[in-house]
């Protein structure tokens, strides 16, 4: 039968499992669900009392979630957070391996060395930005379950979520996408500040735009950056849709996010003048606009970042509002 408690408690029941078997599942479960109304009423309509009864018979939704996952018996994070740190796991260290490799092979050409030489300094890195990945993601999925960060209430047919339009659902390609973005950012502004300038055309030799030293001395402000954006993503990807947690977290971090980006370029320190130099010397006649333009960079910099976080906070605002 169709009642829209019980389509509530198949979307609440089923919303984690691999697409491929969410709709088998949910099939499943409503003839399930159906059987038993059959068997507590009869010939009669059942009350939504009856239904109440027969879904707390049931039990919660993640305990008939455990039943149908896979790994339920296998996780050494607890559902239902597992199967969202496994995909998570995947992204980040899919993006450490294609951000070393991109730093080393540009290390290559702008620094030619011994073929050998160049593998092995990348093997040496990549092992240690994969260990330190694999920990980073555990640590957080591990904080998440330690400090109960539930991602469903305690049991109540009344809390559960309705099911969502398709404009209120989240695709996974929003979220993976930032995650990619927040990995790479702290790989290149850790690992290879130096790359990030220009070529200075009398030395033949890369002028970085930012005080590598600072940048490095600095590494804890560009994890924290990062480590709000992994929140925010991770949080994306658990719920699947606009809600409130979702607002929330978003406006936290997205605030966090900003005021570390401001505390991080506030240091006069922070941007190299021997880029400015450059740029100028190869300008010629616009050296003294040039000179003006990039003193201001860091504040045009944070402009632009604190632009596209406030257009983050305000679609998921909007978009959770709507419902």
């Avoid at 669900?33 to 993640?62: A, F, H, S, W």
């Avoid at 030619?112 to 240690?128: A, E, H, K, Q, R």
């Avoid at 100028?280 to 944070?302: D, K, N």
Wanted: aromatic fraction near 10%.
């Amino acid at each position: 039968m169709k009642h829209d408690l019980i389509e509530r408690y198949i979307y609440a029941a089923t919303k984690r499992l691999p697409a491929k078997n969410r709709e088998d599942v949910s099939m499943e479960l409503r003839g399930l669900i159906d059987d038993m109304i059959l068997e507590r009423c009869g010939d009669e309509t059942p009350t939504e009392k009856d239904i109440r009864v027969v879904l707390t018979e049931l039990g919660t939704p993640m305990e008939v979630y455990a039943k149908y996952d896979e790994d339920a018996d296998k996780c050494l994070i607890g559902q239902p957070y597992y199967s969202t740190y496994k995909f998570v796991l995947k992204i980040v260290l899919a993006s450490v391996v294609v951000g070393m490799t991109i730093v080393s092979l540009i290390q290559a050409i702008v620094d030619p060395t011994i073929w050998y030489d160049m593998i092995s300094d990348w093997v040496s890195d990549l092992s240690g930005s994969l260990m330190t990945a694999f920990a980073f993601v555990t640590i957080l999925f591990a904080f998440f379950q330690d400090k109960g960060i539930k991602l469903d209430k305690t049991f109540d047919l009344n809390d559960l979520p309705t099911v969502p339009k398709k404009k209120q659902e989240i695709s996974k390609i929003d979220p993976v996408v930032g995650l990619v973005i927040d990995i790479l950012f702290v790989i290149l502004f850790l690992a290879a500040p130096h790359m990030l300038g220009a070529v200075n055309t009398q030395t033949g030799v890369i002028v970085p735009i930012f005080n590598v030293d600072v940048i490095r001395a600095h590494w804890y402000i560009i994890v924290l950056f990062a480590l709000f954006g992994i929140v925010r993503e991770t949080v994306k990807l658990l719920e699947g849709r606009y809600n409130n947690k979702v607002m929330g977290t978003t406006v936290v971090t997205n605030v966090l996010s900003a005021g570390t980006a401001a505390w991080w370029l506030s240091d006069a320190n922070l941007f190299n003048p021997a880029f400015t130099n450059v740029i100028a010397q190869q300008v010629g006649e616009g050296e003294e606009v040039v000179i003006t333009m990039f003193e201001h960079f860091p504040r045009f910099f944070l402009a632009v970042m604190i632009f596209a976080l406030a257009l983050d906070t305000i679609e998921v605002v909007v978009k959770t509002l709507r419902k």
